[in-house]
């Protein structure tokens, strides 16, 4: 079938890298033909560039208005058209479906949540004047949801430390055989100085991968660029490029810890089977604590006490000196997750749900 993917970037790279994500799994998994209409394509191209060239050939990534300048060529019908995250699609390109010789299914993909409440409304109709038929979808956890977008699964079994991505080698170069590894892609709001520097109190000694930004991101944060950062010697920084989405899988691999935000990253900290720390993008109306505490009573449920203590303080920012003792028993539940995680996904989850009910 033929799907428009419409995405509108309000900041960050998330909204790009989910559509990105899914484009990929419609066309390399489902053999679907796919065009994604973009109102900020230099973002979605910066996603889109460590591709596999094979995969990039058969996503078609267009600009925005693109989707109703049919002087130029006419934009063929397609059979879905995906609103990613709730967009308003261009009231031309509407006009264009209604005169269609046959309608489309339209589908509102809604931000992943762990929230109960979102069961009541995955899958329901969504009636919209002009009378093309509109659902609501909603990622989720929970089997009777629309499931993770999963695609690629990481197979942690055969990824090969040896074999390190070219944009990494020169940064890889620089890691320490015997210190811990980190990777960090947090907000501006965490408190990432502070917490290193209690980091460093550990007496381990740890590599701490800070992605791209997340350097300068730290050091707007001690207010004096000038200054340099004062951490303890245990703690080395690393800063990385942006890279491709399965290479920015393969360093979450190669770490012993990440710390993840926004909705993608979190999903592949988990696939990673690692313990992590996931930087909700804050709300102003405080929804993300809501979010994050739906997750945690997921992520949670067959945890000990004294791992629930942790991992919430973990989550919620404490100092690591608070919970890092329980380092050993979060790697052995973050397995434990990772597999629950992928058998609760073994349909295929979110693409090929997506798949089956636009059948
Ligand atoms: O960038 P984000 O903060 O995006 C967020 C979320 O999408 C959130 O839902 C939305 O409300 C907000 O934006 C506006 O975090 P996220 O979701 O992890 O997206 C980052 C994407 O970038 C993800 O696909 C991973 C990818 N990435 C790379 O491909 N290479 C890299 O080097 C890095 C650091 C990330």
């Known amino acids: ?92 390109y509407v006009a264009g479906l209604l005169i269609a010789p046959k309608k489309p299914i339209m589908i509102n993909l809604e931000y992943l949540s762990a929230e109960p409440w979102i069961v009541d409304f995955h ?6 004047a002009h ?49 811990k590894r980190i990777s960090v892609f947090c907000y501006p709001g965490a408190p990432l100085l502070r917490w290193l520097q209690d980091l460093g109190t550990l007496g381990e000694d740890i590599d701490v991968i800070l992605t791209y930004g997340q350097l300068e991101q730290l050091q707007l944060s001690t207010g004096h660029r000038t200054q340099a950062l004062k951490l303890p010697d245990s703690i080395q920084l690393i800063s990385i490029p942006f890279v491709s989405q399965d290479e920015y ?64 303080a973990a989550m919620t920012w404490a100092m690591p000196n608070e919970w890092f003792q329980s380092m050993d028993s979060w790697s052995t539940h973050s397995k434990a997750w990772h597999a629950d995680l992928l058998n609760k996904q073994a349909d295929g989850g979110l693409a090929t749900r997506l798949m089956r009910f636009v059948a």
């Open 249 to 312: 899988d393969w360093t979450l691999s190669q770490c012993d810890f990440n710390i993840v935000r926004g909705e993608d990253s979190f999903i592949r900290a988990q696939l990673a089977g690692k313990p992590f720390i996931w930087h909700i993008y804050p709300q102003e109306d405080r929804a993300h604590e809501v979010k994050l505490a739906g997750f945690l009573d997921l992520y949670l449920e067959e945890a000990s006490s004294e791992l629930k203590h942790a991992v919430i």
């Open 131 to 179: 009378g093309i038929p509109k659902y609501f979808f909603f990622p989720g956890f929970q089997p009777e949801t629309g499931g993770i977008l999963i695609d690629p699964i990481p197979n942690l079994a055969n990824i090969d430390p040896a074999n390190i991505p070219a944009s990494l080698s020169a940064s890889w170069e620089l890691m320490r055989s015997n210190a």
């Open 1 to 92: 079938m033929r799907w428009n993917i419409f995405c509108q970037i309000i900041d960050n790279y998330g909204d790009a890298g989910v559509c990105w994500r899914l484009a990929r799994s419609l066309t390399s998994l489902h053999s679907q033909e796919v065009r994604i209409f973009c109102d900020d394509l230099p973002t979605l191209n910066l996603l889109a560039s460590g591709t596999d060239p094979e995969i990039l050939r058969r996503i078609d990534l267009q600009p925005w208005e693109a989707s109703y300048c049919n002087s130029r060529h006419p934009v063929q019908t397609p059979d879905v058209v995906i609103e990613a995250f709730g967009c308003e699609l261009p009231e031309r």
């Open 123 to 128: 899958q329901k109709a969504s009636p919209q």
